[in-house]
């Protein structure tokens, strides 16, 4: 991870303009173009159960970092429950990361995985 | 121990005995006794090396958590100073306290589970075969999460 900033002021065109002005301009290396194609593409957030964490909790955090409607929440957290993991949320890997952040915040076990 | 929620949404808790406080003063003990990993690199033993978890979030979260379990010291530590009587007291946990508290709770039981390895739905007649210091743990344990219980019914959004 490079560099966290707020959820919500992830700006992936910045990086794109960042990206093409340096490709235009030559100076882009083949290390970084590898570390970009490598955190490109979709990437899931994933919730692994736990002995101690209470499911109203596990709810709750669901609602507060995500957004997600009650409903939807308590859904997430029995296919936690149930299955031991679930995946909770898909998209870039900025705000992924912020989002493990926040769930690790809350002491939930939370982790990163590339899409297939 | 009597625990009260408050009209503020907050809770009120009640110390009657010298035992209550020794509990109370526990859970930061508890929650600093998970074994030689800390909570936040636990948590991170997931994520990929190129992420720089260890670098970047692992100590801010180590502050985080450190934090939690301050304000639940000062708080038991400030009641136990203005209390008359050495085996009595009270104090509240304001609303905007309760997530710290709600963490601190989390911390000392993460921690337990991990060291003693209580397990989900631990039956009362195993808890009696445990040897002395795993009872202890497993009963504090228990106490943990019905304060938790208790501030996630009352207290916390």
Wanted: charged share 25%; net charge negative; aromatic share 8%.
């Amino acid at each position: 991870m490079r560099k966290r900033r707020a959820l919500g002021s992830v700006h992936l065109s910045e990086l794109s303009v960042t990206i093409t002005s340096k490709i235009r301009a030559g100076t882009i290396t083949e290390k970084e173009e590898k570390a970009s194609t490598e955190l490109a593409g979709t990437w899931n957030v994933l919730v692994f159960d736990d002995p101690v964490n209470l499911m109203e909790y596990v709810t709750k955090v669901f609602q507060k970092v995500f957004g997600y409607p009650r409903e939807r929440a308590e859904d997430l957290m029995m296919t936690v429950h149930i299955a031991g993991k679930a995946l909770v949320w898909s998209g870039a890997r900025e705000p992924a990361e912020l989002y493990v952040q926040q769930l690790h915040s809350y002491q939930l076990h939370a982790s990163l995985e590339k899409a297939q | 121990m009597k625990v009260m929620p408050t009209l503020e949404k907050g809770l009120r808790i009640e110390v009657e005995t010298a035992t209550d406080w020794l509990v109370l003063e526990q859970i930061a003990t508890d929650a600093l006794e998970g074994g030689i990993e800390t909570l936040p690199t636990r948590l991170s033993a997931l994520m990929d090396e190129e992420s720089e978890w260890d670098e970047i979030v692992v100590p801010e979260l180590e502050d985080f958590f450190t934090g939690q379990l301050r304000v639940v010291r000062d708080t038991i530590h400030a009641a136990q100073q203005e209390s008359t009587d050495p085996a009595e007291g009270m104090f509240l946990i304001m609303r905007a306290e309760g997530a710290q508290w709600y963490g601190a709770l989390n911390q000392a039981r993460l921690a337990l589970e991990t060291h003693y390895r209580f397990g989900p739905g631990e039956e009362v007649n195993e808890v009696e075969s445990f040897p002395p210091p795993k009872r202890s743990a497993f009963i504090r344990s228990q106490l943990y999460c019905a304060l938790q219980s208790v501030l996630l019914e009352h207290v916390l959004d």
